[in-house]
């Protein structure tokens, strides 16, 4: 069964300083995705990245990056250079291969201070 | 725009209600996700259909709820006999294939409140 683990319920961040919020996951299937979406009070789910448990390297997208780990199954955001319209809820997804939908963690409410 | 939409945006019912919610995806995916999401929690998987068909159904998915997607273009999810317990945001969400690396683009939801 997939399970994906997100301990920090906040975090606060100054402004232009970087942030990690940490996931966790759990899978027995060597094929997988790991997601990162964004949900600011407005309520739309935007998606930020994507890691592939077979990828390299660390995907980075703009101020975003994953840093994964995949020995120790955790697939942290890094977000640099933080922004007031940062702050929102972020979540960490999976899907392995050939199970289609997302299973998501409870969250990280990310509050960027000026 | 050419996003996934949702309608209504927001529903009050009373409980024991039936309600319809609509959700048109991105025109080319052939996939299309149904989400529940309550308050301090992700979102949690309801069901998903590959074109016109109704592949996975959650086990969150009583009896009282029913979805359909005629033709394989836009999706509605019914709720009959509303409870309270049924009060969430509904996200809808479409992607092209099945391929792992393909997000999923999720609409704005329809948060329904139940008296």
């Known amino acids: 069964a997939q399970k994906i683990t997100q301990t920090q319920p906040g975090m606060f961040v100054q402004e232009k300083e970087a942030v990690t919020l940490d996931c966790t996951y759990d899978?027995?299937?060597?094929?997988?995705?790991l997601f990162w979406y964004k949900q600011p009070s407005s309520g739309e789910m935007i998606f930020l990245i994507y890691?592939?448990?077979?990828?390299?390297q660390n995907a980075t997208e703009g101020r975003y990056s994953l840093n994964f780990q995949k020995a120790r199954k955790s697939a942290n955001l890094v977000i640099s250079a933080s922004q007031l319209g940062d702050s929102a809820m972020y979540f960490c997804?999976?899907?392995?291969?050939?199970?289609?939908?997302?299973?998501f963690g409870k969250g990280t409410r990310l509050s960027v201070i000026a | 725009d050419t996003g996934v939409s949702q309608d209504p945006r927001h529903k009050i019912t009373k409980r024991g209600q039936n309600v319809t919610f609509r959700c048109d995806p991105i025109?080319?995916?052939?996939?299309l996700y149904w989400y529940r999401q309550t308050l301090g929690q992700g979102p949690e998987f309801l069901t998903y259909?590959?074109?016109?068909?109704?592949?996975?159904k959650s086990r969150l998915l009583s009896d009282r709820f029913s979805a359909e997607r005629p033709k394989g273009s836009f999706s509605t999810l019914e709720i009959q006999r509303t409870e309270q317990g049924d009060s969430a945001m509904y996200l809808c969400?479409?992607?092209?294939?099945?391929?792992?690396?393909?997000?999923?683009?999720f609409g704005p939801g329809t948060r329904l409140t139940v008296l």
């Open positions: 969400a479409s992607s092209p294939r099945t391929v792992l690396y393909n997000e999923q683009f």
């Open positions: 899978t027995s299937d060597p094929s997988y995705g």
């Open positions: 890691q592939g448990s077979y990828d390299q």
């Open positions: 997804a999976m899907r392995e291969e050939g199970n289609t939908p997302l299973v």
């Open positions: 025109s080319e995916h052939n996939r």
């Open positions: 259909f590959q074109n016109e068909a109704q592949l996975e």
